[in-house]
């Protein structure tokens, strides 16, 4: 199984490195993201780090943020490389330029078809695909135990008094 090492901060938060590009990987620039598991779309980042990686602007959008205030970001699209596996999708563009962060959100996470796993131990990214076809083989081996197992067991016919009149 391909679990890749994601990296946990002072505070225990997930971070990974990723490429991010537009129109050409030439563009490419990287990036320690953080995996913001509250943050419902696909990559977040400031607009200041995206003007360099050629990313095809697309529209604007309203965010509801945790504070409860409501941000207006530019909509662009691009693509994340995570550990060589590229994934295509919208990227939200903070204007503030106080913001630094980087975020990938729960949308990279279900498109890329990974998993997050968090522990005390640490952390790391799973392939959902590698993950269902292991639940799929220990579900098989569960069911061939147990009909192995009720064939060895002996079978037991019902107590029949008997049944004569006398």
């Excluded at 050629?54 to 409860?68: E, K, M």
């Excluded at 590229?86 to 959100?105: A, H, Y």
């Amino acid at each position: 199984m391909s679990a890749k090492e994601v990296s946990l901060n002072n505070n225990g938060h997930p971070y990974i490195k990723i490429k991010v590009y537009g129109i050409s990987d030439s563009f490419a620039q990287e990036f320690d993201a953080l995996v913001d598991t509250g943050f419902t779309g696909f990559l977040h980042m400031p607009l200041t780090l995206a003007l360099p990686l050629g990313l095809t602007l697309l529209s604007t959008a309203n965010y509801s943020i945790g504070d409860g205030s409501t941000v207006s970001n530019l909509i662009a699209f691009g693509t994340i490389d995570y550990e060589g596996q590229k994934t295509f999708g919208p990227i939200s563009l903070e204007q503030n330029p106080q913001c630094r962060d980087v975020l990938i959100g729960m949308e990279y996470i279900h498109q890329s078809k990974h998993m997050l796993v968090l522990c005390e131990a640490g952390a790391v990214m799973l392939d959902m695909e590698e993950m269902a076809q292991i639940a799929i083989k220990a579900r098989e081996a569960l069911e061939q135990s147990k009909a192995a197992s009720s064939e060895k067991s002996p079978t037991i016919s019902p107590n029949v008094e008997n049944q004569n009149p006398n």
